[in-house]
């Protein structure tokens, strides 16, 4: 079982991933979690990349791209190997984050880039893909809050609004594999839908 979640900025998925995953164990489960971009010693150097805020001339296919090399990294050397393992793998944002950022947010053409996922990803699509909504002026307004602000935080407000269209389209539109959770709500509620969602799928 392979379980990412999505979500735009400040959503909460970071958050929510450890407690998560502690929870998980307890109820015995065998539980690996990873975040992209990142996850492997070369997907984290390419994350840097990424979100350094001093890269501000960074071209869409050009952050598009980086982003698909961290992935083909992180899916052969850590994913793949872990769910043949027998792990649930949960990961903090995968390949429908690009969908959403680069193609929504960015509005590149989404078959050119849904080519270069499945490209990056060797064809592997998540079992269950949570998608914490959130209206973007909130998300944004927790993470100005922390010192966590990096490059793509900082695109324009309609930029992110993009962003979250373009994920509420995608879950309308593969419904079996989706599941919108309100991440407007306190922080022990989320986690707490969160937790009913997977074990459900889990049955
Ligand atoms: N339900 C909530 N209510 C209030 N604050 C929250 C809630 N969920 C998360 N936060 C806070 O909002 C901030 C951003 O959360 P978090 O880093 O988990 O978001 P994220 O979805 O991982 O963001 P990003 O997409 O930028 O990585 C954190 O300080 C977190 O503690
Ligand atoms: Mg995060």
Not at 5 to 24: F, N
Not at 31 to 59: C, W, Y
Not at 93 to 100: K, L, M, N
Request: one cysteine or more; proline letters at 3%; hydrophobic letters at 35%.
């Amino acid at each position: 079982m392979f379980i990412t979640l999505e979500g735009p900025e400040g959503s909460g998925k970071t958050s929510h991933i450890a407690p998560l995953v502690d929870y998980l164990r307890a109820q015995g489960h065998k539980i690996f979690a990873t975040r992209e971009p990142g996850g492997t010693s070369i997907g984290e150097q390419i994350r840097e990349v990424i979100h350094n805020l001093k890269n501000t001339d960074m071209h869409p296919r050009t952050e598009t791209l980086l982003y698909q090399s961290a992935r083909a990294q992180i899916v052969e050397q850590l994913i793949r190997p872990k769910l043949s393992d027998g792990f649930i793998v949960l990961c903090d944002r995968y390949a429908d984050s690009t969908i959403a950022y680069q193609g929504y947010g960015h509005r590149q053409d989404l078959d050119q880039v849904r080519s270069l996922v499945t490209y990056a990803t060797g064809g592997l699509v998540p079992d269950v893909t949570i998608l914490l909504d959130l209206d973007v002026e909130v998300g944004l307004q927790r993470k100005q809050k922390e010192n966590e602000w990096n490059r793509l935080d900082a695109y324009d407000l309609a930029f992110h609004k993009r962003v979250r269209t373009g994920y509420l389209e995608l879950a309308h539109q593969e419904p079996g594999r989706w599941v919108i959770v309100d991440a407007n709500q306190v922080w022990q509620l989320v986690q707490d839908a969160l937790r009913k969602v997977i074990e459900e799928k889990l049955k």
